[in-house]
């Protein structure tokens, strides 16, 4: 079964720290990865895209990383703003079928002053 | 702007009593989706439409009806809504071929069941 899983489900964070989130997917072939960010409430937001080919995506302070082979991406989120306090999410899209996109759960980050 | 509108943002109802939300975009995409959030399951696909008048069926369409009369809107229809209906619902779509990339959500309904 084409899974999505997240880690860790939340984090706190020091205003300025940097963080790792991380996504493991069991989808393949698959078609591309992206993380969204998605404020309380809200519609998630595309922060980065990625094709199976590609290793690493970068969109300002956040920057995302792929390893095909062993299945697993990180977001790094670099000198974070009290702005960055959202839940991150993981989407894999299978090759076969661009309609059946999976989501992972989600990781909630909390920045503290 | 290009947006995807959704309404109404908040909606409380009893049990039974048929509701329409409505969900519309005008970046002339032709794929558009719906979902459901709940707490630690993440969003789960409801139904999607390919493109006008091709409509199917996602994860979790039980107790949900969807149309795609048009281009710009797709609505989701409960008949008969229930408790475990109560969720946040947000409308989603794409160009078609692109449908993996760059989706473009809706702010989100908050449906209270009661």
């Known amino acids: 079964k084409n899974q999505v899983e997240q880690s860790p489900q939340s984090l706190i964070i020091l205003e300025g720290k940097n963080c790792t989130l991380q996504c493991n997917y069991t989808v393949s072939p698959f078609s591309n990865l992206r993380w969204y960010k998605q404020d309380t409430g809200r519609g998630p937001v595309s922060l980065t895209i990625m094709t199976f080919s590609e290793n690493t995506k970068s969109n300002g302070r956040y920057t995302a990383t792929l390893d095909a082979d062993t299945k697993q991406s990180s977001l790094h989120i670099t000198a974070s703003q009290l702005s960055d306090s959202a839940s991150y999410i993981c989407v894999v899209s299978p090759y076969s079928s661009a309609s059946k996109i999976i989501f992972g759960s989600g990781t909630r980050l909390s920045i503290r002053p | 702007e290009a947006q995807v509108t959704q309404n109404p943002r908040y909606l409380i109802t009893v049990t039974g009593k048929k509701l329409t939300v409505t969900c519309s975009q005008n970046m002339n995409h032709e794929y558009m989706s719906w979902y459901r959030q709940d707490p630690g399951l993440g969003l789960r696909q409801i139904y999607y439409?390919?493109?006008?008048?091709?409509?199917d069926k996602g994860d979790v369409p039980e107790g949900y009806k969807v149309s795609r009369k048009e281009k710009r809107n797709f609505p989701l229809i409960l008949e008969s809504p229930s408790p475990n209906q109560t969720s946040l619902y947000f409308c989603?779509?794409?160009?078609?071929?692109?449908?993996?990339?760059?989706?473009?959500f809706g702010s989100g309904t908050r449906l209270t069941v009661v």
């Open positions: 439409s390919m493109n006008v008048e091709v409509t």
């Open positions: 989603a779509s794409s160009f078609k071929g692109q449908g993996s990339y760059g989706y473009t």
